[in-house]
Nanobody, 128 residues
Framework: QVQLVESGGGSVQAGGSLSISCAAPKYTFGRYCMWWFRQAPGNDRAKVASIYTADDSTWYADTVKGRFTSSLDNAKRTLYLQMISLKPEDSAMYYC?????????????????????WGQGTQVTVSS
């Protein structure tokens, strides 16, 4: 069982930056698909980014492309989501997820719906 622990959420003004983390204190990600999702009240959970840990290939939703960057520090066992030029519509609970994927690749991770492990979420609030 892989435990994912998110942190780093908070409040920021529009145009500001924030970085959130997803740590797996007892695990190192070899070949995993990992994702960032967000869910605002009344909305469905939406996938915003994916990363394949074997080669660090990434995918981003159009709504965040160019503003969000997902990266993995495997030595620290932590996935990061760096967010710049934040907008009020980015306000949501952000979740990370992961699935073992020894035979996958970046594009497959982007479209996969097989999410095995989830974090508890961290709140991001962007004020106008």
């Amino acid at each position: 069982q892989v435990q994912l622990v998110e942190s780093g959420g908070g409040s920021v003004q529009a145009g500001g930056s924030l970085s959130i983390s997803c740590a797996a204190p007892k695990y190192t990600f070899g070949r995993y698909c990992m994702w960032w999702f967000r869910q605002a009240p009344g909305n469905d959970r939406a996938k915003v980014a994916s990363i394949y840990t074997a080669d660090d290939s990434t995918w981003y939703a159009d709504t965040v492309k160019g503003r969000f960057t997902s990266s993995l520090d495997n030595a620290k066992r932590t996935l990061y989501l760096q967010m710049i030029s934040l907008k009020p519509e980015d306000s949501a609970m952000y979740y990370c997820a992961a699935t073992p994927a020894p035979w996958s690749n970046g594009p497959n991770c982007a479209v996969s719906n097989d999410y095995t492990y989830w974090g508890q979420g961290t709140q991001v609030t962007v004020s106008s």
